[in-house]
């Protein structure tokens, strides 16, 4: 396993300076301020511009010498978007302070995209004023802000002027361009009061050379902000929110950014996440302190850009309130396992781009409304194969995957999976506190899981497996890598071309659930940053007949593997044997991929739930 960083460029451009002037070039609409990483101006109300990379790490998995199974799964990298923003409106008063949350609003003098916490039913904070949306900066940016090239990024609306209904929902739509500059933001100012214009919130209108309204502090006792959200197509890299002061526009340390973790609302952030460049902590380039409760007079929601493709998105906002736990997050909450998108790439890439794509993933939910995450996981050749997976909730297909593994090597796994993949990219792709895990084997009462799957040319040389990860201390989000201390796998289908590790000559028999299986053992070889090392076991149930639509307990195999672990580490020859104490981490579904060309069209559905 290895790990990786961005380039020193993408992580040091920490530019946050003013945008452009008002009325300035066709591409970029006014702006009220700029930032990001890579100081990406903006053309709405504030900006954002994405950082470069935030890590990541991914696995090559468990190769047999005697021409068997490739085992990956490993983590993946990701992309993280910086964001900043500014906030909108002009402050007549100087940017003061408003202790008690702004003027009253009457709804009968609001002007045309408005809106205000009490349309929400919300009575933690009095919340008010115009919602506006922007994008990255095109051209004539003012001094210090880097336009982004030929970028196409778009959002629509243009604003909410044009709204029948005020209080939303708030839907936009668009695409994000292909540079860590690139960023498309939807805003919300807290204090603003109306001033008798019918387009005051009109685009058009905002100034982007004023300190935003007068900021107001957070109401006592709320420790976070609590929204409700859904998306149709969702991000490629991640969805952000912001929260910032009067002064947000030009002082990097008046605003300050958090990743939502959840695949879709209702979600809660603490204000203890919320941090100027967000997209880099945890990490030496990460400055400032985290959020302390300073006053704020906007909110914010963002996709950043990232180098490997134009980003397509479609999010709403339905509501969201400064509260303590997920449940003050206002309105209905949307449908599960609805929402679309892709990851990876449909056609060769070059550099850190042709990385990125293989290593894509997608936090969803499935139609049981738990969190799932879709991954890529081109890992075999990132530079030299290029593979993409379209996908509805919980469900994935393989449009296309190139190359091959070469003799006993696996080119990619793409799969599905529950867990944090050794390397949880700022949390995203974890369904730790979701799913339950990790958890001991000996306190798993039951782990139902389907995995159906289909497509793919009749014979081809892919399996259709489980990748189960455990480990023998109780991990952390840092302290593991990949399978800590062993794996199990199951092969639902197993071509004839190709094994899993161990020898087809010591194998035992298993039934289990009705299903007959021939068990493989054998050591995982290579050692991997945060395993045991060499000879972990990997224990493989080869289904004796193909099995298109699985249903069972997995436990089931947990508990055959214990019960035989001392037979299996002898006949496998593995370093260590499998216990009732080890920890449950993370269960993937998917194809191990041998001929990329074999795989196309390969459909996966899955789910897992631990009890």
């Known amino acids: 396993m290895t790990s990786r960083v961005a380039n020193g460029n993408d992580l040091l451009r920490l530019l946050l300076l003013p945008a452009l002037a008002v009325g300035l070039a066709v591409g970029c609409s006014p702006a009220k301020g700029s930032g990001g990483e890579n100081s990406g101006g903006s053309s709405g109300q504030s900006s954002g511009g994405n950082s470069g990379q935030t890590g990541g790490s991914k696995s090559g998995g468990t190769t047999s010498a005697t021409g068997g199974n490739n085992n990956p799964s490993g983590g993946t990298t990701t992309s993280s978007g910086g964001t900043t923003t500014s906030s909108g409106g002009t402050n007549p008063s100087g940017g003061t302070t408003s202790s008690t949350g702004g003027s009253t609003v009457n709804p009968g003098t609001n002007p045309p995209g408005w809106w205000q916490t009490s349309d929400w039913g919300v009575t933690s904070a009095n919340w008010h004023g115009c919602v506006w949306t922007g994008v990255d900066c095109k051209s004539n940016c003012s001094a210090g802000i880097v336009a982004v090239p030929s970028s196409t990024t778009s959002i629509t609306p243009a604003d ?50 004023a300190d935003g309204p007068p900021a107001v502090a957070m109401p006592s006792g709320k420790t976070g902000i609590a929204i409700n959200w859904s998306a149709k197509i969702a991000p490629v890299t991640s969805f952000r929110i912001q929260i910032q002061g009067v002064k947000g526009a030009t002082d990097p340390t008046n605003r300050w950014c958090a990743t939502i973790t959840d695949a879709s609302g209702p979600s809660f952030v603490k204000f203890s996440d919320f941090y100027p460049s967000c997209w880099n902590v945890g990490t030496a380039n990460s400055p400032g302190t985290a959020y302390a409760g ?9 996709v950043p850009g990232t180098i490997t493709a134009k980003a397509p998105f479609d999010f709403t906002i339905v509501g969201f309130a400064p509260g303590t736990s997920v449940a003050d997050a206002p309105g209905k909450v949307a449908a599960c396992g609805t929402t679309t998108g892709t990851v990876g790439s449909t056609t060769q890439l070059s550099g850190q781009a042709s990385i990125d794509a293989a290593t894509q993933r997608a936090a969803v939910t499935g ?34 995957t190139s190359g091959s593994g070469g003799g006993a090597n696996v080119v990619s796994f793409p799969s599905i ?20 895990l990790p958890k ?3 306190g798993i009462k039951s782990a139902q899981s389907t995995f159906k799957w289909s497509g793919g040319s009749s ?13 023998k201390n109780q991990p952390t989000p840092g302290s593991y890598n990949d399978a800590v201390s062993g794996f199990i796998m199951i092969w639902l289908y197993k071509p004839g071309s190709s094994q899993p590790i161990g020898s087809s000559g010591n194998t035992r028999s298993a039934t289990i659930g009705g299903q007959q299986y021939d068990v493989w053992r054998g050591p995982r070889v290579g050692a991997a940053t945060g395993t045991d090392g060499n000879g972990r076991p990997v224990i493989s149930y080869v289904a004796k007949s193909t099995t298109n639509n699985f249903s069972a307990d997995l436990k ?23 216990a009732n104490s080890w920890y449950l981490t993370d269960v ?23 009890q």
Do not use: H
């Open 556 to 578: 089931a195999f947990f508990d055959d593997a214990v019960a035989n672990a001392s037979a299996d580490m002898s006949a496998g020859g593995t370093s260590q044997a499998f």
């Open 440 to 442: 001991p084997i000996s």
């Open 160 to 209: 909410f002027t044009a709204a029948t209904t005020e209080g939303g929902p708030y839907e936009v739509t668009g695409t994000v361009f292909n540079d860590y500059n690139s960023v498309a933001l939807l805003g919300f100012d807290l204090t603003d009061t109306p001033n008798g214009d019918t387009q005051q919130c009109s685009n058009a209108k905002r100034n982007p050379a």
């Open 294 to 302: 300073q006053p704020i007079d906007a909110v914010v929601f963002l």
């Open 417 to 436: 999976y529950i867990g944090a993949n050794g390397q949880i990219g700022g949390g995203t792709f974890n369904t730790w506190s979701d799913s339950g």
């Open 588 to 610: 993937f579904a998917g194809f191990e991929i041998w001929n990329g060309g074999d795989a196309k069209g390969l459909q996966d559905t899955f789910t897992c739930v631990i």
């Open 367 to 400: 139609t049981d409304c738990k969190k799932y995450i879709i991954n890529n996981n081109n890992w075999g050749n990132e530079s030299g194969t290029y593979q993409s997976l379209s996908y509805t909730g919980n469900s994935f297909t393989d449009t296309v």
């Open 459 to 471: 014979g081809g040389n892919y399996n259709a497996a489980y990748d189960i990860w455990f480990a």
